[in-house]
């Protein structure tokens, strides 16, 4: 999808800006399995040097989401501050989730993947309608282990201590 791809090619070494309207059209293009709807604006910052290019990406809009309790649909805020580091070399490969080696030819970067990643990675694993939130706080602790340090509730006498632990207590 050339709307998302940069022409590298052409720019001077010094720092370009970029920004990009993401919708819809864009989760058709790049996948709905966790986010099919929402309005974003996206501002890539590329920095450009004579062996590498920063890539600071910043995304802020609204979610479309459905509510795992109710089903109801909410809108949930993103805000996302990442960068990823393109290295010239002589092979595509991912070295890191913030670097990846491009090849020195390479003529345009396609920045809708990375786009789609953050956006992904930012829709959380819960999906509660705002109006769950203080529910969700004070849900009761059926299911969940809570561990105290107060007095033990056994039956036999905590004084008597076996006489085999006194031996091993000896020993050094």
Known sequence: MSAYSVNIVGLSNTIHQFEFEIGDAFFRKYGNDLLSE?????????N???TFIEADFSIQGTARLVCDRSLESFDYPINVQKMVIFK???TDEELSDEIVMIHRDTVKLELGSYLFEFLG???PMKKLHPKFKDEDDDENDEGKIVYTSGPSTKDDDDDEVDP?????????
């Open 38 to 46: 929402g309005n974003f604006l996206a501002t890539v910052s590329l």
């Open 48 to 50: 450009k040097h004579e």
């Open 88 to 90: 010239f070399g002589e």
């Open 121 to 123: 990675l930012s829709v």
């Open 164 to 172: 085999r632990w006194n031996i091993l207590k000896n020993l050094k």
